[in-house]
């Protein structure tokens, strides 16, 4: 397999280009240093004077999506203990979640002081969802793949509109998620919501989960009526992907907290034993690993060696977790 000389984007990746010297056309178009630092520091700029802004109002000022993985727990640290904002916790606890994870939630929820909700969907429609993201060729436009697999694509999706429909009914101003850099394009760290785009979106994540479940995924996304009522729609944020971040400063500030490392998980996750599964299937469905281009984007911008990155890419999903998924879903054995 050949890989991009700088970073670790195979010459599977759809739409790759490698020049003379082996370099892909992400890294030569790639901002530089000096660039990402002027973006990040805008972006950081702005969102605490958001902060600022919102401190004086009553309820809630966060509602944060937590998988209870090592991100979106530092994140939740970040806003309440750094930034001093009431926040909201939710769950989706996708049938899958490590009970590592589980626990994690349970002792941080606790420690630091957040109210927590726990979204349980019924396992059959997580089942159905999950086989058809699996098996089911054109669910989701090949650009949605570049990034996570089709099952990550429906279970992200899921969990988004249940954010959404949170923030819209409790009128909260801000929609935090706990991606890291390298998991999401600085331009789309940090946006407010508007109408069109509300409803852009809601139509490009319910209708392939409407093509395999029907109007059974409706609960879990704002109606009609809601974005129709809505007057102060929420901002969207990823604030690790523009603050500035360390993982083993992350972790060390999660142990204080009684996180600990899970080792049930596949080595790119801290919460999900499905995303081994996801993990495999989108190899052998697409040629490339639904992790190439956020590790990809890690090394481009210094938080990761490429050796490392590679190395991560190379560790095969754990067989006894790939078949302990593969049994609770109702498929065979891999062949």
């Avoid at 600990?260 to 052998?284: G, K, M, R, W, Y």
Wanted: some cysteine; aromatic content about 8%.
């Amino acid at each position: 397999m050949k890989y991009c000389a700088r970073c670790v984007l195979p010459e599977t990746f759809p739409g790759i280009r490698f020049d003379e010297e082996g370099v892909c056309q992400y890294c030569r178009e790639a901002p530089g240093p000096e660039r990402r630092a002027a973006q990040r520091a805008r972006l950081r700029a702005r969102f605490e004077a958001l902060v600022e802004e919102i401190h004086a109002r009553p309820g809630y000022h966060a509602l944060m999506a937590w998988s209870g993985g090592k991100d979106s727990t530092y994140t939740l640290w970040l806003l309440r203990e750094h930034y001093g904002l009431r926040v909201l916790a939710f769950t989706l606890d996708n049938g899958f979640t490590s009970p590592a994870a589980l626990k994690n939630i349970r002792v941080v929820a606790e420690n630091l002081g957040v109210d927590h909700i726990l979204i349980k969907p019924r396992f059959d429609l997580l089942r159905a969802i999950f086989v058809a993201s699996a098996q089911q060729d054109g669910l989701y436009p090949p650009r949605a793949l570049e990034r996570a697999s089709s099952i990550c694509n429906s279970c992200m999706g899921l969990a988004k509109g249940i954010g959404l429909r949170l923030a819209l009914e409790r009128g909260i101003p801000l929609l935090i998620y706990g991606w890291s850099p390298g998991q999401i394009p600085l331009a789309s760290a940090l946006f407010r919501f508007t109408p069109p785009m509300l409803r852009t979106f809601l139509q490009t994540a319910t209708v392939p989960l409407r093509t395999v479940a029907g109007d059974e995924v409706a609960p879990y996304f704002p109606d009609d009526s809601m974005v129709l009522r809505a007057t102060d729609l929420p901002y969207s944020l990823a604030p690790l992907a523009f603050l500035d971040y360390s993982e083993e400063a992350a972790l060390t500030r999660l142990r204080a907290l009684g996180w600990e490392l899970p080792t049930d998980t596949d080595p790119n996750s801290t919460n999900c034993l499905l995303n081994a599964f996801a993990n495999q299937v989108h190899i052998e469905r697409t040629g490339y690993h639904p992790y190439a281009m956020e590790l990809a984007g890690l090394v481009r911008e210094g938080y990761m060696s490429r050796e490392e990155a590679l190395a991560r890419l190379e560790v095969p999903s754990a067989p006894e977790v790939v078949a302990a998924v593969r049994a609770k879903l109702g498929l065979p054995p891999h062949p």
